[in-house]
């Protein structure tokens, strides 16, 4: 990749940014799409982030992905009427964390687990969701659900037990630990990996109007 005065670049704002897959993702994406664009990972503190923000408009970056923790905060930072956002255009604020409900279909009791950024995003997807945290209700009855989505970024323990007819959306990769339990146990899984490229694909075209490459997108993380 030959970044030059042409380039059209977009960031990735977190902290910490450096086991992100979203610049192989989109690299991958950009490049086989034969656009002359770049996608840079900027780890950026907190008290640092509506500069970082501000600064890239400046600089003509075309816009940008926001990961944890900083969702809620851009939304505040670009005066977005979104609860949290993880896509810059410009300094236009956009959530493209839920794409991957356009893949799931027939729920009717949908369970959401956790408050942060991705959680208010899906909140927002699925207002009729029961919601359970740790700040809250906890631990989370999902019996009678049909969806639960692990907004949380928890890898190791088992968050809840899931069943055939069941279907989880786990939005932290590497696969967790509830995600395997799920899938072990017949439920459908929809993983990490599945959600990082929904959200991408839904990314790239938002700031370049071309259709993603989905299947490239897929195999960069794979």
């Given at each position: 990749m030959t970044i030059g005065a042409s380039t059209r670049l977009v960031a990735l704002l977190g902290h910490p940014v450096a086991h992100s897959l979203s610049p192989r993702m989109q690299n991958a994406a950009f490049a086989a799409r034969g656009l002359d664009w770049a996608y840079v990972a900027l780890d950026v503190p907190p008290e640092q982030l509506?500069?970082?923000?501000?600064?890239?408009?400046?600089?003509?970056?075309a816009g940008a992905n926001v990961t944890a923790p900083h969702k809620l905060a851009v939304a505040r930072i670009v005066g977005s009427e979104l609860p949290s956002v993880n896509t810059l255009v410009g300094l236009e604020g956009f959530s493209t964390d839920a794409a991957i409900l356009d893949q799931v279909t027939d729920f009717h009791k949908p369970v959401i687990?956790?408050?942060?950024?991705?959680?208010?995003?899906?909140?927002?997807?699925?207002?009729?969701?029961?919601?359970f945290s740790r700040?809250?209700?906890?631990?989370?009855?999902?019996?009678?659900?049909?969806?639960?989505?692990?907004?949380?970024p928890v890898h190791d323990d088992v968050l809840v037990e899931l069943h055939e007819g069941q279907t989880l959306v786990d939005l932290p990769y590497p696969r967790t630990a509830t995600a395997?339990?799920?899938d072990a146990a017949g439920a459908r899984v929809f993983d990490g990996l599945e959600v990082l490229v929904a959200q991408g694909a839904a990314s790239f075209e938002l700031w370049t109007g071309v259709p993603p490459p989905v299947d490239v997108m897929r195999r960069a993380v794979s």
């Open positions: 509506e500069e970082a923000v501000r600064g890239l408009a400046a600089a003509g970056f687990l956790g408050d942060g950024g991705a959680a208010a995003a899906f909140r927002r997807a699925l207002p009729q969701a029961r919601v700040r809250g209700e906890w631990p989370p009855d999902v019996r009678d659900a049909d969806l639960v989505v692990n907004a949380t395997e339990a799920a």
